[in-house]
């Protein structure tokens, strides 16, 4: 694939050319107070670029400098938020549909994790199984992808065979290799045409050095050393071990922070409310992880917390597959840092792993 160089004033051109040339409102990551969002980007003077974060089990601290870039928030809040209206009732029994879809797009800067999320969302929901979720992923008319040569410290991307490097699914890409270094590919024609309008200059083969070498080592960082299919079989084999499931989950409060933050976890409940003279259903997300979620007329089918930890874990590495072909977790880590207690997925599947590989 070729490579182009530009330096950062390049990403914030480009900002500028996607908005202008797709006509699109441009979402991302940036700045808000303290932390980071993941929101509308109204002008490029919010692109984060002087903006790093440092994360680790149960930490989360943004800071000025030049790395990784990442948030509790990711692409799900603006596909599936956690609160939907789905339609209105008025007093003459009319129903109003809510208009779902959204103006036109652009993602930009999202992590080679999200691009996996968004795959996984849309092998569940397509075949218009969620007609929600369809009208606003087409209202996405472009992605731009920015690679993780610096990854967070709780990111396992290269196992789950997700990152660090853009590999499917986005239309540009591009990497910061350092202030005056940021290496950009195209993945599909309308980044071609970003690129030529960008006027980028071929990347010499000196650039193109130095950016493998920061990628393979983002690579290393980001690999827990053990297959994803011994993960996947030590996992279907620990699933009667009690004791095992109790101690890894000992420190869970349930408070499915991990169900929230996660780019893949999409359970719901639907609740109807009144607003003025309206009925109103709303889809709203629910985490497997909470109490309430397992609280069925008739009792409750996963009581004891162990229980539901290990369907969290269970569903995204055992599950998932069987039902769309993928793996529901993309090793973006967040469930990790935004657990309260530090809870680490990494530890989890390593722990189970070193139990009942081979
Ligand atoms: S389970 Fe954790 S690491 Fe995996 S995708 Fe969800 S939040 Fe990211
Ligand atoms: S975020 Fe941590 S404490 Fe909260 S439910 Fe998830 S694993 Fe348990």
């Given at each position: 694939m070729q490579l182009y160089r530009g330096g950062i004033e390049d990403i914030i051109n480009i900002y500028n050319i996607v908005k202008e040339f797709l006509k699109a409102d441009v979402y991302g990551y940036k700045r808000y107070g303290n932390s980071l969002v993941f929101d509308f980007i109204e002008s490029s003077s919010e692109l984060p670029i002087d903006v790093h974060v440092v994360q680790r089990p149960g930490f989360y601290r943004v800071s000025r400098g030049f790395g990784f870039i990442h948030s509790s928030h990711s692409p799900k809040n603006l596909l599936y938020p956690f609160k939907q209206e789905l339609f209105r009732v008025d007093q003459e029994l009319n129903i109003k549909t809510l208009e779902n879809s959204l103006k036109p797009v652009i993602l930009f800067g999202i992590k080679p994790c999200d691009v996996a999320a968004i795959n996984v969302f849309d092998k569940l929901?397509?075949?218009?199984?969620n007609p929600y979720y369809l009208n606003r992923r087409r209202s996405v008319v472009g992605i731009v992808v920015e690679e993780c040569l610096n990854p967070g410290e709780t990111c396992f991307c290269s196992t789950m065979g997700t990152g660090p490097d853009a590999r499917n699914g986005f239309d540009l890409a591009f990497a910061k290799v350092d202030r005056d270094l940021v290496i950009f590919k195209a993945g599909s024609s309308l980044g071609e045409k970003i690129v030529a309008k960008a006027n980028l200059q071929k990347a010499s083969d000196d650039d193109v050095k130095r950016y493998e070498i920061l990628l393979e080592e983002a690579k290393r960082k980001t690999n827990l050393g053990i297959g994803v299919e011994d993960i996947q079989t030590s996992l279907e084999k620990s699933i009667t071990d009690v004791e095992l499931w109790r101690k890894v989950s000992?420190?869970?409060?349930?408070?499915?922070n991990c169900n929230m933050v996660c780019p893949t976890c999409f359970c719901s409940e639907i609740v109807d409310d009144v607003v003025g003279d309206e009925a109103v259903r709303i889809m709203q997300l629910i985490g497997c992880l909470s109490y309430t979620y397992g609280l069925v007329a008739g009792g409750h089918f996963r009581k004891e917390l162990y229980t539901r930890y290990r369907h969290f874990i269970l569903h995204k590495f055992v599950f998932y597959p069987k039902q769309i072909d993928l793996f529901g977790c993309v090793g973006c880590g967040r469930c990790t840092v935004w657990c309260p207690v530090g809870i680490d997925i990494r530890e989890t599947v390593k722990t189970v792993a070193s139990r009942y590989r081979g």
């Open positions: 929901f397509g075949n218009n199984f000992e420190k869970c409060v349930g408070c499915a």
